[in-house]
Each structure stands twice: as C-alpha cells, then as structure tokens.
Nanobody
Framework: QVQLEESGGGLVQPGGSLRLSCAAS????????MGWYYQFPGKERELVAT???????NYGASVKGRFTISSDNSKNTVYLQMDSLKPEDTAVYYCNVDRAVLPGSPYGIELWGKGTLVTVSS
C-alpha cells in the first residue's frame, strides 16, 4: 500500500520561507507527475505546482516566481520551496501523484496525501 507522507508545514511570518516535502512510501513502479495543490476554506483544490518525471514544471499563476518545485525521482519524493510567503498563501497543501503505477494497478492511479497546513501570519 502506497502512502504519501507530507512534512514541512507550519506557521511563518509574511515574507518568510518554508519547504514542504512529500515522500511516497511503498512500491511505485512509475508515475507521470508529482505536485502540490492547495485548498482554501470553502473552495476546491487549486494547482500550486507540478513536476513531471522528465522534469517539466508547471506553476499556478499566484505562486509563479515565488515557489520552486523539485523532485528526487529515485526516492519518489517531491519538494516545494516557498519563498516570499504572503498571508493569502495560507491553506492546506496536498501532495499529489498522477498516474502512479502500483502493483496490481497497471493503468496508473491518482494518489493524494492527507495535507499539511501552512499559515502565513504575523
């Protein structure tokens, strides 16, 4: 059974930085992309950033230039470096793996972490 283990959330002051990590435990043969989404109260999850196994990145408009996504494919781990944080970045951040090929799931499935809270406040 594969689980996504997120870490790095917490409280930070405006203008500060945080680094989120997400490691997939268990057996994953391959995946198409890993990434982060955030969810504000009462709203649907929105894209923060994704990175494909080949290294192509995509960012949500509100974080472009401030956040940097990276991955360690050999460890099935994705990172999100968040700089110049703003109060409006406050949300629960969810790790995502798209088209994960697992034992018994040859066609690829989508995986989600449980979320980690990021609070930007003075």
């Amino acid at each position: 059974q594969v689980q996504l283990e997120e870490s790095g959330g917490g409280l930070v002051q405006p203008g500060g930085s945080l680094r989120l990590s997400c490691a997939a435990s268990g057996t994953i043969f391959s995946w198409y992309s890993m990434g982060w989404y955030y969810q504000f109260p009462g709203k649907e999850r929105e894209l923060v950033a994704t990175i494909t196994r080949a290294g192509a990145v995509n960012y949500g408009a509100s974080v472009k230039g401030r956040f940097t996504i990276s991955s360690d494919n050999s460890k099935n781990t994705v990172y999100l470096q968040m700089d110049s944080l703003k109060p409006e970045d406050t949300a629960v951040y969810y790790c995502n793996v798209d088209r994960a090929v697992l034992p018994g799931s040859p066609y690829g499935i989508e995986l989600w972490g449980k979320g980690t809270l990021v609070t930007v406040s003075s």
